[in-house]
């Protein structure tokens, strides 16, 4: 089966444009999550859905960031404008109801 | 709130020597609990897990942990370390309670292994 996708890998863009990160949780998974990684921070937990639904999102920085889930495989979070301190590893990852959570080869954002 | 810590944000060990990392958890109810590994440039991976039933949980790699409810302590260990191991490794902890799935991470610690 197929883990948990990402797309892109890697995201360069400059200060004040839209960045859209993606993630395609694995078939049968119920939760999703976005986690930031900077060494400074560590893990962060930005956001998670279950059942597309958004159950906790006190871990979204400001309104410059905001996730949605359409349907039970895809899920994005964007964040508009971008800062040069939004640069971080974001990790994407599924769990289905108590189970453990799989995760995302994540997408490594640089803002200049 | 429920929280964890590691002791150590940096292990040193010879290849072939005890890998112990220290997990310590803040829970007023029973606890689930996790150790992830993360190589470089990668995601994390789960290693192991403790839910309920037998206090000590043998992972992937060699790997295992033992749940000390009286010592709130979920410390893993591998009796000979390998030159592979050398990775961050992060213990996670989820409280089985009101249905949330959210995890609780430590600020991880990170495993080095000399020849």
């Known amino acids: 089966d197929a883990g948990v996708i990402q797309s892109p890998r890697h995201e360069v863009t400059e200060m004040g444009q839209e960045v859209t990160l993606r993630c395609k949780p694995i078939?049968?998974?119920?939760?999703l999550f976005w986690y930031r990684q900077t060494m400074m921070r560590g893990l962060e937990l930005l956001i998670y859905f279950n059942n597309n639904v958004p159950i906790d999102d006190s871990g979204m920085p400001e309104d410059r960031f905001s996730a949605k889930m359409p349907n039970a495989s895809f899920s994005t979070l964007k964040i508009q404008p971008s800062e040069p301190r939004d640069s971080a590893v974001y990790f994407c990852?599924?769990?289905?109801?108590?189970?453990?959570?799989?995760f995302g080869p994540g997408t490594r954002l640089t803002v200049t | 709130a429920q929280s964890v810590t590691q002791l150590g944000s940096h292990v040193s060990v010879s290849e072939g020597a005890l890998v112990l990392l220290r997990c310590n958890y803040s829970s007023s109810v029973p606890p689930y609990l996790f150790w992830y590994v993360q190589y470089p440039n990668q995601g994390l991976q789960l290693l192991l897990k403790y839910t309920t039933g037998a206090t000590l949980v043998k992972g992937i790699n060699g790997f295992e942990a033992e749940f000390k409810k009286s010592e709130t302590s979920f410390h893993l260990t591998k009796p000979s370390a390998h030159m592979s191991d050398a990775a961050e490794y992060f213990c996670a902890v989820r409280l089985d309670q009101g249905g949330s799935e959210k995890l609780v991470f430590g600020k991880g610690t990170k495993l080095t292994v000399n020849p």
């Open positions: 078939s049968g998974h119920n939760s």
């Open positions: 990852a599924s769990t289905k109801t108590r189970a453990e959570q799989y």
